[in-house]
């Protein structure tokens, strides 16, 4: 695995139903970070994570979304009772805080379509 | 609040001519600043960074970006367009001092003409 891999692809789901989104960084990558991107704007932060901790969320990170990262590996995305608002491409990165963090690897993104 | 302002939405260029996305930040601090590229379904990869050591900083595919604190600018330049270049380019700033998340503007989708 050279890259930073994200499922699903593509999920479509009815409004008020929950989704669930995975990344998986590279391997020896201890930070991890959740971006929003919906068309037409650049990427938008939502959280991040320092190993397992949480370090940082962003006040777009509403009551409904919550994300974890349990052994400093994957990360998940969870949001509960969808809204035709949070339809986005959702994007993982991550970075390796040794050679100063601040080169972020992104995944292809989950792209979320909520009807 | 750190933030950066793309000034263009759509650049177009002809194949072989000079490329040149403008990009202004705001900080109130001396910034790390990045230039990353998006192209149709693949992720975000990063084409350059400025961390405040040269100020005119090299990046990958030939691509650079010359970091002026007087006019808060960091545009990004080509010295000649290659189809392949054709892709959606965003200006980024560090949220914090020294350090990350960050914060995106709302890119510069670049078309290259033959």
């Known amino acids: 695995d050279t890259g930073v891999s994200q499922n699903p692809r593509h999920k479509i789901t009815k409004r008020g139903q929950n989704v669930t989104f995975r990344c998986d960084p590279i391997s020896e990558h201890n930070r991890l970070y959740w971006y929003r991107q919906t068309l037409g704007q650049g990427p938008e932060f939502l959280t991040y994570f320092q190993n397992e901790a949480q370090l940082e969320k962003s006040r777009l990170l509403s009551d409904r979304f919550s994300a974890e990262r349990p052994k400093g590996s994957f990360s998940t995305l969870e949001i509960q009772r969808t809204e035709q608002g949070d339809s986005a491409m959702y994007l993982c990165?991550?970075?390796?805080?040794?050679?100063?963090?601040?080169?972020?690897?992104f995944g292809s993104g989950t792209q979320l379509s909520v009807l | 609040a750190q933030s950066v302002t793309q000034l263009d939405s759509h650049v177009s260029v002809s194949e072989g001519t000079p490329v040149l996305l403008r990009c202004n930040y705001s900080?109130?601090?001396?910034?790390?600043l990045f230039w990353y590229v998006q192209h149709p379904n693949k992720g975000l990869q990063l084409l350059l960074k400025y961390t405040s050591a040269a100020t005119l900083v090299k990046g990958i595919n030939g691509f650079e970006a010359e970091f002026k604190k007087s006019e808060t600018s960091f545009h990004l330049t080509k010295p000649s367009a290659h189809m392949s270049d054709a892709a959606e380019y965003f200006c980024v700033v560090t949220l914090y001092s020294g350090n990350t998340p960050l914060v995106f503007g709302k890119g510069t989708r670049l078309s290259v003409i033959a």
């Open positions: 900080s109130s601090y001396s910034p790390s």
């Open positions: 990165a991550s970075s390796y805080t040794g050679d100063g963090g601040e080169k972020l690897f």
